[in-house]
């Protein structure tokens, strides 16, 4: 079974400033996917990032960048310029590429508030 | 494209009542799949329909639990003999064939359960 840990429950920056929210993960697969999703207050989540195992390069999207470790099975979000609507619980999910069921594992989550 | 939905958004029930969520995934998604998440803790995975078909059930689901998606379309999920420790945000999602792994995600229907 894969397990995902995030060790940071909470974290503040201030706006414009830069931050990095961490997550390991165990697994003895070697096809499969990392995510990042964002879950704003009373709002729904929303996928913020994607990594696909095989892929060295480590994914961007915009302000959003990743650091995958695939050795250290680690895999850290950073968020640059950070802004007030970046407020949110961010979580970090695992999925199995290889098999016929692709659900998500995730992380308790890190709560990242942004000051203004 | 109007996104996932679910109904209702809040229940509350007393305890030993049955309650029924509904799903709506986006329209050419086959994929769809139920969450729970309780205060404090990342979604956990409950069940997965790939169209018609239930695949998977987690051992979280038990037998008061019980989910379908008749048509391949919608689904709902339906807990019978309500406990408090079934309080929690039930999370629908969908993706398709195509998505890369993408699930995109419903508002969720929050549980009471007193």
């Known amino acids: 079974a894969q397990t995902v840990t995030q060790s940071q429950p909470e974290m503040s920056v201030q706006e414009a400033e830069t931050v990095t929210l961490s997550c390991t993960y165990d697994?003895?697969?070697?096809?499969?996917?990392l995510f990042w999703y964002k879950q704003p207050p009373s709002r729904q989540m929303i996928l913020v990032i994607r990594?696909?195992?095989?892929?060295?390069q480590n994914a961007t999207e915009n302000r959003f960048s990743v650091n995958f470790q695939k050795a250290a099975k680690s895999f850290s979000l950073k968020i640059s310029d950070s802004q007030l609507g970046d407020t949110a619980m961010y979580f970090c999910?695992?999925?199995?590429?290889?098999?016929?069921?692709?659900?998500?594992?995730f992380g308790k989550g890190t709560l990242l508030t942004v000051n203004p | 494209d109007t996104g996932v939905s679910q109904d209702p958004r809040h229940k509350i029930t007393k305890r030993g009542q049955n309650v029924t969520f509904r799903c709506d995934p986006i329209s050419e998604h086959n994929r769809l799949y139920w969450y729970r998440q309780t205060l404090g803790q990342g979604p956990e995975f409950l069940t997965y329909f790939q169209n018609e078909a239930q695949l998977e059930k987690s051992r979280l689901l038990s037998d008061r639990f019980s989910a379908e998606r008749p048509k391949g379309s919608f689904s709902t999920l339906e807990i019978q003999r309500t406990e408090q420790g079934d309080s929690a945000m039930y999370l629908c999602a969908s993706s398709s064939r195509d998505a890369a792994g993408e699930q995109y995600f419903g508002p969720g229907t929050r549980l009471t359960v007193t």
């Open positions: 999910a695992f999925m199995n590429s290889g098999g016929s069921n692709y659900k998500l594992t």
């Open positions: 697994t003895s697969e070697n096809n499969y996917y």
């Open positions: 990594q696909e195992a095989y892929k060295q």
